[in-house]
């Protein structure tokens, strides 16, 4: 089996698609979707917006070798029962903030609460939409493994690389991404395929440090067309090894 080589910061890393997964971190409608929880906010979501046509292109690619695709949904029981206790941090910042919970008529005209599950509001982004044999989660914080089946699905399909897309850099994905790591999963994070509105217009964006960090200490970076050129690299070593 020819590995997939990708271009990648700090140096190019090889792997095996039978042992990778593309990891889909909260690309749900309250935050990357007009009318959802970010946008009433009054949070810019256009970079939110600008990285689902990249990341659809890296799924595509990723169901055509059959390497398993795993959404991660951002999404609370109706009673707000796994929200955290009346004092928690989580659910303080949650309900303080952005009102989760909150009833509201979503854009389709359904009846809706922000943050609730099932509900339009934790549906993933149209573009993005799983299919049948995708891995779909809910979890309750910041990162996926937080008391989450995350890790025993990922272990049970021997997944050991992952190629992580999602919003927002800075918060759910990079405490996503230091999860893993602290369990040996290799990450790689797909710039172009992340996007993160805090601190967006500094001089130095919280999306730029969270970039640094996991290419100099949590994993590797990329691109979604670095990932792609080296599946077509392999396609191409594949049919000159059959020639």
């Known amino acids: 089996m020819h590995p997939l080589v990708i271009d990648a910061k700090p140096q190019p890393v090889s792997i095996d698609p039978a042992n990778a997964a593309i990891l889909v971190v909260d690309m749900q409608n309250d ?3 007009k009318g959802g929880m970010f946008d009433r906010a009054g949070i810019d979501i256009s970079g939110i917006q600008r990285a689902i046509g990249p990341t659809a292109s890296v799924i595509a690619a990723a169901r055509d070798l059959r390497v398993p695709v795993v959404y991660l949904k951002m999404g609370y029981y109706s009673d707000l029962s796994d929200l955290g206790t009346s004092d928690a941090p989580n659910r303080i910042r949650h309900l303080q903030i952005f009102g989760v919970g909150e009833s509201m008529t979503a854009p389709d005209g ?6 609730i599950r099932d509900t339009w509001g934790t549906d993933i982004v149209n573009d993005l939409k799983p299919e049948a044999g995708d891995v779909v989660l809910y ?3 910041f990162s996926g493994f937080y008391e989450t089946e995350l890790d025993s699905v990922l272990k049970t399909a021997g997944i050991k690389h992952l190629i992580v897309t999602g919003c927002t850099t800075s918060v759910c994905v ?3 991404i230091r999860d893993a790591f602290f369990r040996d999963y290799h990450c790689i994070l797909l710039t172009d ?3 993160e509105p805090i601190a967006w217009d500094a001089s130095r964006s919280n999306h730029d440090a969270s970039i640094t960090l996991v290419q100099i200490l949590f994993g590797w970076t990329s691109t979604s067309d ?3 050129k080296a599946i077509e690299e392999r396609v191409q070593g594949r049919l000159e090894l059959a020639e």
């Open 226 to 228: 670095h990932f792609l």
């Open 193 to 195: 395929c992340t996007s």
């Open 139 to 141: 979890k309750t914080r």
């Open 110 to 115: 359904s009846e809706s609460r922000i943050l």
């Open 31 to 33: 935050f990357g979707s």
């Open 174 to 176: 990079e405490s996503t």
